[in-house]
């Protein structure tokens, strides 16, 4: 009677672990979906343009730099936060005023695959030379930014303004890409960049 019964357990034991396995790889799964799979962060540099790009004297006056931080909430959107440097003029000789312009800014990006548009198809067919040129995405940018203006160190004027942007990026590897995209900050600022970024995106 204990053999039949010990044997019974045994087998109750056994019949039991392939439900224990599968529960313990699910909530593994579960753990690794906590929405670190969805940063992403970036910086890069371009040219300024606008208000901005008026007021730096020569090309080394004019480039610009930004940094950047996003969440993916889906396939078609984007939250993203970043800090932008559209001009930073100084004049070593004392001659003339030191400038410069940054700014902080908060935006949602909307994003559409580029084969989701089949009129982009001619266009795409020579972009072959860009890896991975068959994933890239098209987005819009639209946000609000606190920005900034210096003259030799002291705020002269401030604001908070839309900033507009449009661009394309591409995924260059496992979690490396890149970016190129036009923004504009409108307002007092009345200020364009032209960029181009690398990114680092954890999906």
């Not at 070593?92 to 548009?117: F, H, K, R």
């Not at 609000?144 to 995924?171: E, R, Y």
């Not at 890149?178 to 364009?192: N, P």
């Amino acid at each position: 009677m204990k053999k039949t019964n010990l044997a019974a357990l045994l087998a109750l034991a056994l019949g039991s672990t392939p439900v224990f396995a599968y529960d313990y790889s699910y909530t593994q799964e579960q753990r690794s979906t906590n929405g670190f799979e969805s940063l992403y962060a970036g910086a890069g540099m371009g040219i300024a343009g606008g208000d901005a790009g008026e007021k730096c004297g020569d090309l080394v006056d004019c480039l610009t730099w930004k940094s950047f931080v996003g969440y993916r909430t889906g396939k078609h959107m984007a939250l993203e936060a970043g800090f932008h440097s559209l001009l930073d003029a100084r004049d070593d000789s004392g001659v003339n005023d030191d400038l410069s312009l940054t700014g902080l800014s908060m935006s949602v990006l909307g994003i559409t695959p580029a084969q989701e548009l089949q009129f982009l198809d001619p266009v795409m067919q020579y972009l072959d030379f860009i890896p991975n040129a068959q994933n890239m995405e098209l987005f819009g940018k639209l946000g609000m930014s606190a920005w900034k203006s210096k003259v030799n160190g002291d705020v002269a004027v401030s604001g908070t303004d839309f900033i507009l942007g449009a661009g394309a990026q591409v995924k260059l590897g496992e979690n490396l890409g890149a970016r190129s995209e036009v923004e504009y900050l409108g307002g007092d600022a009345d200020s364009l960049n032209y960029g181009a970024s690398l990114t680092y995106s954890t999906f």
